[in-house]
């Protein structure tokens, strides 16, 4: 479990390492924030206000009660609600992600709402598994994780497009496929799972 929290820990430092110049006065979103460990190292990384936002009371609660016990509740806060139609003002953030969660919803309509709640320059990144319709139709590894997840791991073509439709314009494509090999083949066998 400690190898899994460390490369999940590795890959959320990934993504914040390409949201830009972030400043102690700015605002980013985490959509799909989950227990909120990308939020509290956003913070600890920039000084800056960091809002999240989940379905899950649960993992609202957890992240919460862990900014508290840090401390840092006043700039770090997870909501309960649809990353699909947030109530962060339009305009208000200057970075926003999601890391591991877009699978979960139509991109289209979450590439609006980043659109919307990002000022003008911000930055959108994201981590996400695809495919590459380049190759084909999509693996039986896809068909499974779509099936075990509950998800729909889209094409890479549908982000490209869905951003580019939303004025989100991609600065950077980067295949992480070796770099997260370990942490899948770890999480395979793990009673997590």
Not at 23 to 46: E, I, K, N, P, Y
Not at 68 to 89: K, W, Y
Not at 128 to 135: D, K, L
Request: hydrophobic letters at 40%; charged letters at 20%; a negative charge.
């Amino acid at each position: 479990i400690a190898e899994l929290h460390r490369l999940e820990s590795a890959q959320a430092d990934v993504l914040l390492g390409h949201l830009g110049d972030i400043g102690r006065g700015d605002t980013l979103v985490d959509a799909g924030c989950g227990r909120g460990g990308s939020m509290v190292m956003a913070h600890q990384r920039f000084g800056c206000s960091v809002e999240g936002v989940t379905l899950s009371a649960k993992q609202a609660d957890f992240a919460n009660g862990r900014a508290a016990e840090l401390g840092i509740d006043d700039h770090v806060r997870a909501t309960v609600c649809n990353m699909l139609s947030t109530p962060f003002a339009t305009g208000s953030a200057a970075a926003s992600w999601n890391n591991e969660s877009s699978m979960y919803v139509d991109l289209d309509d979450l590439f609006a709402e980043h659109s919307r709640v990002l000022k003008v320059g911000g930055r959108y990144v994201t981590i996400t598994g695809c495919w590459n319709p380049r190759y084909g139709q999509p693996s039986k590894w896809v068909s499974q994780i779509n099936a075990h997840f509950e998800c729909n791991i889209h094409s890479r073509r549908e982000y490209l497009r869905a951003m580019a439709d939303n004025r989100l314009v991609p600065q950077a494509v980067i295949d992480l496929t070796p770099d997260t090999l370990p942490y899948w083949e770890l999480r395979a066998t793990s009673s997590l799972v």
